[in-house]
């Protein structure tokens, strides 16, 4: 039998309900997987041994009972910007360290009333800002394909240990890419859904109007399987829809015969797309009119305009949203006798560089005198950019395009260059800037790392989405390479 780490979470559901395994012993075996691995890969701020084994029990007991649901006993990892009661939520951040939130937030309690396994939480950027999980208070993530380059971020604890066997699935957080571009560096699929999609309660916010919370899987069919179980309506969430969630799993099929799908002109053969980057998505495309797709030359116009105008609205919202973390009510705190000095030092020794970089960024757009000249102008764009989308969808069904420029750069390598870190995301950002459904998968190698393309569809479209994925990860079999340096 395939190695318990190795199953997929389809896989080990077959095995789980046909009693051929129990949920204790995949739980006990990704907890070994993670004592072995992990030092090596970092992926992990907090292992959840004993409450995983609790969980495992309790799922066990609920196969026999006859209750089980798709992620019932299956080991998850949570990436550690999800609030939960039984381990802390620390946003990589010093100035949350050990901080243990009073409640749930709803994608964890929706897996935890599933009966999922929580194997522990996963590192990240401090409070999701950033494109290499470079920026964590505690320690860099390595990528499992190669331990002296980047996971990728936000979510890189999140998609490393889906990539090293230490979980079967993991969740994450996609502000401007964060769960695509991780997913494609460490060769794995990530799924941003659409805006609304998936309740953003107990998520510590990032940026309130483009965050969402998305599955990291090996196979499309897995993240079918988990966004079925953490989507739909939530009262909490006053963003979230109101709209029934499908079936995503039977979505899935591998003919695209008739299926249009749109290749974005600006982004073919963009300056600093790598070579071998081109090459792989190239030849997807190819892939794609053998499955008998439609490739239809598309024009995102505004697209251009997504980076700059991401940042100057996500650091705004970032601003207002990190305004609440002054040392009052919880986190860390310094007496400094006097409650301005308080602030001042509590924030300014509990955040890191690139979090204080945004905050500054996002303060100074807000601002008297500035306001109308950058962050009023960048919504209008931003509403530009979403018609472009919305022109280009009235013509095909899905959206093929490279997920990140290159592969996993080394670690340290954009460190000391904000901006070239910045473009890792470029072509991420547009779909968060619209709200749509993207999801990564992975479509060949460069340099022995792994190269990936995304799938964009309309807003809602998640099962034309995953379908599509699902037919070129079929016809392709990229998917089952592993990383051989944690082997």
């Excluded at 979090?355 to 109308?372: C, H, N, P």
């Amino acid at each position: 039998m395939t190695e318990l780490t190795d199953l997929t979470l389809a896989a080990a559901r077959d095995l789980l309900d046909g009693r051929e395994i129990s949920a204790v012993e995949l739980a006990d075996a990704h907890l070994e997987r993670i004592a072995t691995v992990d030092e090596k890969v970092q992926a992990f701020i907090t292992v959840m041994a004993d409450q995983a084994r609790t969980m495992a029990a309790d799922a066990d007991a609920a196969i026999a009972a006859g209750e089980a649901q798709p992620l019932t006993g299956i080991p998850v990892a949570l990436k550690d910007i999800l609030c939960t009661v039984d381990a802390p939520t620390t946003a990589a951040s010093k100035l949350l360290e050990g901080f243990v939130s009073p409640y749930d937030a709803t994608v964890v309690k929706r897996l935890r009333d599933a009966r999922a396994v929580f194997v522990g939480k996963t590192n990240t950027d401090e409070f999701a800002m950033g494109s290499s999980t470079e920026n964590s208070a505690f320690f860099t993530t390595k990528n499992p394909w190669g331990l002296d380059r980047v996971p990728g971020g936000s979510s890189g604890g999140s998609s490393a240990a889906v990539a090293a066997r230490e979980a079967i699935v993991s969740l994450g957080s996609d502000t401007g890419g964060s769960i695509r571009q991780p997913a494609g560096f460490c060769g794995i699929v990530g799924m941003k859904p659409t805006y609304g999609r998936v309740s953003r309660y107990g998520l510590i916010a990032f940026a309130s109007s483009l965050d969402q919370i998305g599955p990291f899987a090996r196979t499309v069919e897995d993240a079918a399987m988990l966004l079925g179980t953490i989507s739909g309506h939530d009262t909490n969430d006053a963003t979230s829809s109101p709209r029934d969630v499908p079936d995503y799993r039977a979505a899935l099929g591998e003919d695209l015969t008739g299926v249009k799908l749109g290749v974005v002109t600006e982004w073919t053969g963009q300056e600093g797309v790598e070579p071998g980057v081109q090459a792989a998505c190239e030849a997807a495309y190819d892939t794609y009119a053998e499955l008998g797709a439609e490739l239809v030359p598309i024009s995102l116009d505004y697209a251009k305009y997504a980076l700059p105008t991401y940042y100057i609205t996500a650091p705004a919202e970032a601003s207002a949203n990190l305004a609440r973390f002054d040392g009052i009510k919880y986190g860390m705190s310094i007496d400094a006798g006097d409650v301005l000095e308080s602030y001042l030092r509590t924030r300014g020794e509990g955040f890191g560089a690139e979090v204080k970089r945004r905050i500054m960024l996002g303060t100074y757009a807000l601002s008297t005198g500035y306001y109308d000249a950058y962050y009023v102008k960048a919504q209008k764009v931003r509403t530009l950019i979403k018609r472009d989308f919305d022109t280009a969808f009235e013509r095909v069904d899905a959206i093929v395009a490279p997920t990140s420029p290159t592969v996993a750069f080394s670690i340290g390598d954009r460190t000391d260059d904000p901006l070239a870190m910045y473009l890792a995301d470029i072509f991420t950002i547009p779909a968060n800037m619209a709200g749509l459904p993207g999801i990564a998968i992975p479509c060949g190698f460069s340099e022995d790392l792994p190269v990936s393309i995304q799938v964009l569809g309309p807003a809602f479209g998640e099962e034309i989405t995953l379908k599509v994925a699902h037919a070129y990860e079929r016809a392709s079999g990229w998917h089952e390479r592993r990383p051989e340096p944690v082997a």
